[in-house]
């Protein structure tokens, strides 16, 4: 970023801004997730991106960044991590003397349909697959829509243990918020109360063969 941005030049007109708040917001949206190989824009993870400046009193601007977030799951302990790079690529842009409020919208749930086509490339890429109401999961390695939900209990919290009946291959499948729908689906719903959603609803098939990560 030009000195000019770094330094809270006296005058910035509404151009200068715009262009700023888009350098800005490319920036945070560059940042990689922690735990997959993909950017939180690719992620859909980016919310709103503004800036506004005001006059300081060093005879310069002060610049007062806003930026929200939205998390793929709200429990997940990644998200300091998350909110720390995005700080880092703020600054990065801004300078240290910005001021930065960063928030996570959790009043709206995040949905896989979010996820950007090269997003979801990556993802498949990495075993991944993405449990969007209204599409058919499809295995990453084989194309077969016959992915059958092991276990709600993942390698991480958004994700769920899978495995393709026609490949015979393991995959975590990554959705929103569990509900409903996303029980029914891998049979879980059944005999709520009793403890039997929380854990692997059968015997493991045997032969799963993970392929090698890319």
């Known amino acids: 970023m030009a000195d000019s941005a770094r330094g809270h030049p006296a ?27 993909v950017s939180i824009g690719e992620m859909g993870m980016v919310g709103e991106v503004s800036i506004s400046s005001a006059p300081s009193d060093k005879s310069g601007l002060v610049y007062d960044v806003r930026v929200t977030l939205k998390p793929t799951f709200s429990g997940c302990p990644a998200l300091f991590l998350i909110e720390a790079d995005v700080r880092s690529a703020v600054t990065h842009v801004v300078g240290s003397g910005a001021n930065l409020s960063l928030s996570w919208d959790r009043t709206t749930v995040w949905q896989p349909k979010e996820v950007a086509p090269s997003g979801r490339a990556k993802l498949n890429a990495h075993g991944v697959v993405l449990d969007a109401p209204g599409e058919a999961m499809v295995c990453p390695y084989c194309g077969s829509a016959d992915i059958e939900i092991l276990s709600e209990r993942g390698v991480a919290l958004c994700r769920r243990l899978a495995f393709c009946a026609q490949c015979r291959t393991s995959v975590d499948v990554m959705g929103s918020a569990r509900g409903p729908a996303s029980l029914e689906r891998s049979g879980l719903g059944q005999g709520a109360g009793t403890g039997k959603d929380l854990g692997m609803p059968g015997p493991v098939p045997l032969q799963l063969t993970q392929h090698p990560q890319s």
Do not use: K
């Open 11 to 37: 005058s910035y007109g509404a151009a200068d801004l715009a262009r700023l708040t888009a350098t800005v917001e490319a920036a945070v949206r560059a940042v990689e997730d922690p735990e997959l190989p």
